[in-house]
């Protein structure tokens, strides 16, 4: 993700994709919601919760890009479904070498979210109330682009 008008241009070019980075990671939260199953009984977030929650994600974001463009190589014009990383049958429609590459994500996203001091379902409960909770979606927002601005 980077002479005077270079300089304005070079600004301009990393705020925009600060925010398609950011944007995307946000998508990827909502779409988390389908990664792993769900069974978690958290009532709350700590503020530590939340933080490792977004440093999960942002790490998500790239190994999920990059999974996606792997994948669409693969299968060319054809639409990739929706992978369920909880789901083996949403793999079933991928030839081989995609599913095999669907399963790396899912091992690796499992892998940084616990390696970001959370578990699964403390990850997908999370996911789960961004939906319905704006002031957990606020606190992960900003959470996100705290960490971001800190790179």
Do not use: H
């Not at 990739?80 to 990383?85: A, E, L, N």
């Not at 429609?93 to 599913?99: D, H, S, W």
């Not at 616990?114 to 789960?128: A, H, V, W």
């Not at 319905?132 to 960490?147: A, F, G, M």
Request: hydrophobic share 35%.
């Amino acid at each position: 993700m980077k002479i005077i008008s270079y300089l304005f241009f070079r600004r301009s070019l990393q705020r925009t994709l600060d925010k398609s980075f950011l944007f995307s990671a946000i998508a990827l939260v909502s779409l988390a919601s389908s990664a792993f199953a769900f069974s978690s009984q958290v009532d709350a977030q700590s503020p530590t919760e939340i933080r490792n929650y977004a440093k999960s994600v942002l790490a998500m974001e790239p190994e999920r890009r990059q999974a996606f463009d792997e994948i669409k190589k693969l299968i060319g014009d054809r639409q990739i479904p929706q992978i369920v990383c909880s789901n083996s049958n949403s793999l079933s429609g991928l030839p081989n070498k995609a599913r095999d590459i669907a399963v790396n994500y899912c091992n690796r996203s499992q892998k940084i979210v616990e390696q970001n001091g959370l578990s699964i379902d403390d990850f997908n409960k999370i996911t789960r109330d961004l939906q319905s909770n704006e002031d957990l979606k606020r606190k992960i927002y900003n959470t996100l682009l705290d960490l971001q601005n800190n790179r």
